[in-house]
């Protein structure tokens, strides 16, 4: 109930490509869903975030869809650029303590 | 201000030594966390403060300890960690509330020998 499945676990897409991410929830408490992004040997830094009330979102090249009766959401990058390789992990939180990771996955952008 | 400082970026330990991580703050943040990250895998939640006060333990073996002297800092102190703790340690913080914004430091890579 406390996971978030998060798929797939590795993408590599073409300069100028849209990669998709997917994530899965069961708890129907959830109420608060961040991106992060990570680079290696860096800390993850929030990317763009959605609350369940709303369907989609985006913020410069990020957009996030949310499909609450899913229980899904996903995370697509337009126009991606080799600087977005890195490691995307999806979470959702409950309260303002509790964030419960998805498994990863590593984009790599081709030039 | 919105960065959170760790140190040191990489510590090497015996079994049988003790160690402390430490972050710092300055955004006026009154939560505090410690996750640890094995390679290639999210990060797990291991500790809460809230005002200084532990408010969330995810059942963390004792030879962690966590410590918060102030509003700013945040230490985990380390004693016979086992090879298999080795990992990245995170620390972040945020503001008290709902949906609030986490920030990450860049982490502690600890390697137990």
């Known amino acids: 109930q406390q996971q978030v499945k998060q798929s797939p676990q590795s993408l590599i897409v073409q300069k100028g490509g849209i990669p998709i991410i997917n994530c899965a929830y069961e708890?129907?408490?959830?109420?608060?869903f961040p991106w992060y992004q990570q680079f290696p040997g860096k800390g993850p830094a929030l990317l763009i975030a959605?609350?369940?009330?709303?369907s989609e979102k985006k913020e410069g090249r990020f957009t996030i869809s949310f499909n609450k009766s899913a229980k899904q959401f996903s995370l697509h990058i337009m126009d991606s650029q080799p600087g977005d390789s890195a490691t995307y992990f999806c979470?959702?939180?409950?309260?303002?303590?509790?964030?419960?990771f998805g498994t990863g996955t590593r984009l790599l952008v081709s030039p | 201000d919105t960065e959170v400082t760790q140190t040191p970026k990489h510590l090497v330990m015996g079994m049988t030594n003790k160690k402390s991580l430490k972050c710092e703050q300055h955004?006026?943040?009154?939560?505090m966390y410690w996750y640890k990250q094995k390679a290639k895998k999210p990060p797990e939640l291991m500790f809460v403060?809230?005002?200084?006060?532990?408010?969330i333990n995810e059942s963390v073996p004792s030879r962690f300890s966590p410590e918060c002297p102030n509003s700013s800092l945040l230490n985990l102190h380390l004693h016979a960690l086992q090879p298999e703790d080795s990992a990245l340690y995170l620390c972040?913080?945020?503001?008290?509330?709902?949906?609030?914004?986490?920030?990450f430091g860049q982490g502690t890579r600890l390697t137990v020998v």
């Open positions: 955004m006026g943040h009154r939560a």
């Open positions: 708890n129907t408490a959830f109420d608060y």
């Open positions: 403060y809230s005002y200084e006060k532990l408010s």
């Open positions: 959605i609350r369940p009330d709303v």
């Open positions: 972040a913080s945020s503001q008290l509330g709902m949906n609030t914004e986490a920030f």
């Open positions: 979470a959702a939180s409950y309260g303002f303590q509790k964030l419960v």
